[in-house]
């Protein structure tokens, strides 16, 4: 076999050496092995193979720890050089074997075009399965390379080699391009061949950070004379997170134009980027231009010293169950009348009639009620039926609604409407109805709703009660499905369930309004109500009711429900230690 042949073997199609992953192991040593390099003995820095990636000859030392290299071979070919030198030669190799066919295999995966692949010089390393995507400094001299395995998608750095920002090499020197840096070289590679196809490839330049985890200090320079530049990272947390990270470095580090981070609407999906932006035919440009706001500077956290609090007295709406001023959840099963029991709660706010259990009367307050499951007529007779005064109830019927209103976006309106009738008590019946963010999570649902909910609640000293019915995936016991997501039940103050309690030889079927959580006092027993019918026998009258509260305590039964066994079937949900 002709040398060369041998050498190209070394750096391409050798079998290699499965070695497992040693963190002991010198800085570069992991590097020439990805690359061919194997070392038939290795003693204290310096390892020694018994083929040249040169040449093909024996033998061939490297210096693990700096990645010097030498080719000791009988009639040396005399090469000699550094772990830079070294992974160049063997990215030149494999750039130079890749076929248009491997190219169009990976057209196929990353939706880019084969001229768009071969300008930003990918190779495809045939040894390992991988493509070699390489970052280039200001003179386009490659610093560092990635791997990238396109059937796992898994992209590694190379080791000993620091990270670089990728396309550096076509920065134009023109401060008022427009600069867009984005999260990963194909954004970068998908966002370059969008703008050389719309002919505005004078107008913005490109820039990528090798991941949303790094940005180094050193990097600002390239951003310094911008007078605009577009931070655009992928819609997720570790995305949403790093543009901050960049402005505030690039802040510290002198930079002085306007910076613009993307904010992505809510429709679009968890980890969407700037290639599939591209690969759904959206203009890029458009796109950030709405769509990214400027950064500003942070503001200083805002501290208050203890002895200038004034102390806050709590103002109960339900003495010694539910205060003023909170958001509440109310959940439970379909059919245990939880909207009637909100209907009875602003029929004696508005009339000022005692709470359940209460002797001592209130002054009338006006009600806000959101209503998607009963008709604005139907939802105000039924507050008559309990006593209460309609004139001082405001409904917000969905489907009278000529749009969707989200509640929780729609904050400065709700509150604008509280504040202009004093209003005290606020009902969403139900909750899910009047939200239109994604809930998916915990921490969505607490940024989405919860939280600008329980906040609205705090500033207007209004109550906020968000009814829920329980879901089928939610957990076996009462008290688990009345907390049901985390959110609710850690943002809520009042955390409250309706149960149905089963009939038993000893006992008839009970009905149990139940408070699971209440953090301004002592939790309360539950509180037992029945449903009169009203209705005469009319069947338009048919939803004529009325909630009848039993004052006797019901704490033993509550408990015994806890105890009851689950149901065969359901799964139990792990239960923090």
């Known amino acids: 076999m002709p040398a060369s042949s041998k050498a190209s073997q070394t750096c391409q199609t050798r079998p290699q050496r499965r070695n497992k992953p040693d963190q002991s192991k010198p800085k570069f040593q992991g590097t020439y092995e990805n690359f061919g390099t194997d070392f038939v003995r290795i003693n204290g820095k310096e390892g020694t193979a018994d083929q040249c990636p040169y040449c093909g000859k024996e033998k061939f ?12 071979s009988e009639n040396t070919c005399g090469q000699t050089g550094n772990a830079t030198t070294f992974i160049r030669h063997c990215y030149e190799q494999a750039k130079s074997s890749t076929t248009d066919k491997e190219y169009r295999t990976l057209k196929a995966v990353r939706d880019l075009s084969l001229q768009t692949l071969k300008r930003h010089g990918l190779a495809y390393h045939a040894a390992r399965s991988e493509w070699l995507v390489p970052f280039r400094n200001s003179e386009g001299s490659v610093v560092t ?14 080791g000993g080699f620091p990270q670089y920002l990728y396309g550096v090499d076509q920065l134009s020197d023109d401060p008022t391009r427009t600069l867009f840096l984005v999260e990963g070289p194909f954004d970068a590679m998908a966002l370059d061949a969008f703008i050389r196809i719309k002919k505005n490839h004078n107008k913005y330049d490109v820039l990528a950070v090798p991941s949303a985890s790094t940005f180094k200090d050193e990097w600002s320079a390239f951003l310094r004379e911008r007078k605009e530049v577009r931070v655009c990272f992928d819609n997720d947390s570790a995305g949403v997170n790093a543009q901050q990270r960049v402005v505030s470095k690039c802040r510290e580090n002198g930079v002085t134009g306007t910076l613009k981070i993307l904010e992505w609407p809510d429709s679009f999906p968890d980890k969407y980027d ?23 500077a942070a503001k200083p956290l805002r501290l208050t010293r203890g002895d200038q609090i004034v102390p806050e007295k709590v103002d109960w709406l339900w003495p010694g169950r539910m205060p003023f001023g909170r958001f509440v959840s109310l959940s439970g099963p379909n059919g245990s009348q939880k909207s009637t029991i909100a209907k009875d709660f602003i029929a004696r706010g508005t009339a000022g009639k005692p709470m359940p259990g209460c002797t001592d009367h209130c002054e009338p307050f006006d009600c806000i009620l959101f209503t998607s499951e009963d008709s604005q007529a139907n939802a105000i007779k039924l507050i008559e039926l309990h006593g209460g005064d309609r004139a001082r109830v405001y409904i ?5 609604s000529a749009e969707f209103i989200d509640v929780a976006k729609s904050v400065a ?19 899910n109805s009047f939200i239109g963010g ?18 609205l609640a705090r500033r207007t000293g209004a109550t906020i009660i968000g009814i829920r019915n329980w879901g089928r995936s939610e957990a076996e016991s009462a008290s688990n499905k009345s907390l049901g997501s985390h959110s609710l039940s850690d943002v809520a103050r009042v955390v409250l369930n309706t149960q149905i309690v089963p009939e038993t030889d000893e006992s008839p079927e009970k009905t149990l309004l139940v408070w699971e959580k209440l953090s301004d006092g002592k939790q309360p027993e539950p509180l037992e109500y029945t449903t009169r019918d009203l209705s005469d026998g009319k069947p338009e009258n048919a939803y004529h009711r009325q909630i009848v509260w039993n004052e006797e305590r019901n704490k033993k039964i509550v408990d ?7 149901k065969k079937g359901v799964r139990k949900r792990r239960q923090k230690g």
């Open 413 to 431: 309106n709700v509150e604008a409407a509280i504040r202009e009738h004093n209003v005290r008590l606020v009902v969403l019946d139900a909750l």
């Open 438 to 455: 994604d809930i998916s999570t915990d921490s969505k649902a607490r940024r989405t709703v919860s939280s600008p909910l329980a906040k």
């Open 145 to 158: 390379l990635l791997r990238y395995n396109p059937k796992t998608n898994q992209k590694l750095n190379l």
């Open 560 to 566: 015994e429900l806890r105890k009851r066994p689950v």
């Open 61 to 72: 030392t490297v210096n693990l720890e700096t990645g010097q290299f030498r080719c000791f």
């Open 274 to 296: 700037i290639a599939d932006l591209i690969r759904d035919k959206e203009s890029v440009v458009e796109f950030t231009r709405l769509h990214c706001k400027e950064a500003r």
């Open 396 to 400: 917000h019927d969905i489907a009278e």
